[in-house]
């Protein structure tokens, strides 16, 4: 459990958030803190995490179609209650966004775009206390975090959105690491399975989906990354008009890696399931014949209504 109580703050919109004080006074932000306790048992939920590292092993080596593992209210709930209170609204910040027939999502890396409390928790999830954890439960020893979340940090879907079934990208660009891990941490909360956006996993001939995984509020995810783990949500999302499939992504690195998992350094590889899975979609025909013929400032507005 969290020992510390929560103060509250307002973002730049006015929203009001939750916020854990500090023992001493402490200005965050413009935002003046007292009575807290950061340790690091406030974020991290320690001696769960010792008992999961026991057993976990198996479970995850056995995992099909590759090695996985799935940890259901894993984190402190009024932490996780923070993050989701200060996640960005699609039009909050400045998304990095991703229309083609491969994916419709956005995402942000940057830690401006972090709330305090969110960015504390990643910090703490890139910690080597969290990263002995991980690899006691994958076998991967030496983990390496990212601290530039690239490609990871904020996930968001909107209503009509998806990602592609793919193998992600296997070398860290600016690092030269060879990425071994996914953490991701769902923040949906009420979210229905009719509302769709499973997280799929598929065997290594695309020839089918073998498991599916609902993207429920504090469900932690970690599974492996080669060039054949085979993943993605490619159903466009079902979610009422104004709900969004939110995460955060955290990837893990190694210095080296085994032979048999590559088949040379690639970005990120889409596999379709079928003939119309990279198809575009109306709207996204009509974005892009906007934004051929409009001024931008028009087809920026019409891209938010498509």
Not at 101 to 126: C, D, Q, W
Not at 150 to 161: A, C, F, K, S
Request: proline letters at 6%; charged letters at 25%.
């Amino acid at each position: 459990m969290i020992a510390f109580p929560f103060a509250t703050y307002r973002t730049a919109s006015g929203a009001r958030h939750a916020l854990p004080n500090w023992p001493e006074y402490l200005a965050v932000e413009g935002v003046t803190l007292v009575n807290s306790d950061l340790t690091i048992a406030s974020f991290l939920p320690l001696a769960r995490m010792e008992e999961v590292a026991l057993t976990a092993r198996a479970s995850y080596m056995g995992a099909k179609p590759f090695p996985h593992i799935i940890f259901d209210n894993f984190f402190d709930s009024d932490l996780i209650e923070s993050v989701l209170a200060e996640f960005p609204k699609p039009d909050a910040i400045r998304w990095q966004t991703f229309d083609s027939a491969h994916e419709i999502k956005l995402a942000s890396a940057a830690e401006a775009s972090f709330g305090p409390v969110t960015r504390l928790f990643m910090y703490h999830l890139n910690s080597i206390t969290f990263l002995e954890f991980v690899g006691r439960i994958t076998g991967i020893d030496n983990l390496i975090p990212d601290p530039s979340f690239e490609g990871g940090g904020l996930h968001q879907i909107v209503r009509g959105g998806k990602l592609g079934v793919h193998a992600d990208f296997n070398k860290h660009r600016k690092f030269d690491l060879d990425r071994r891990l996914n953490l991701l941490l769902y923040l949906n909360k009420d979210w229905r399975e009719e509302y769709g956006g499973h997280l799929q996993l598929w065997d290594r001939n695309m020839s089918q989906c073998e498991a599916k995984v609902l993207p429920i509020f504090n469900r932690v995810m970690i599974f492996g990354t080669t060039d054949f783990t085979y993943h993605g949500h490619p159903d466009p999302l079902q979610c009422p008009e104004g709900m969004t499939r939110k995460s955060l992504a955290l990837y893990y690195f190694s210095n080296g890696r085994p032979a048999d998992e590559v088949s040379g350094e690639h970005s990120t590889i889409f596999r379709e399931r079928d003939k119309d899975d990279f198809r575009l979609t109306s709207a996204q025909r009509l974005r892009r014949i906007a934004r051929d013929v409009l001024p931008p400032i028009v087809a920026r507005k019409l891209r938010r209504l498509l």
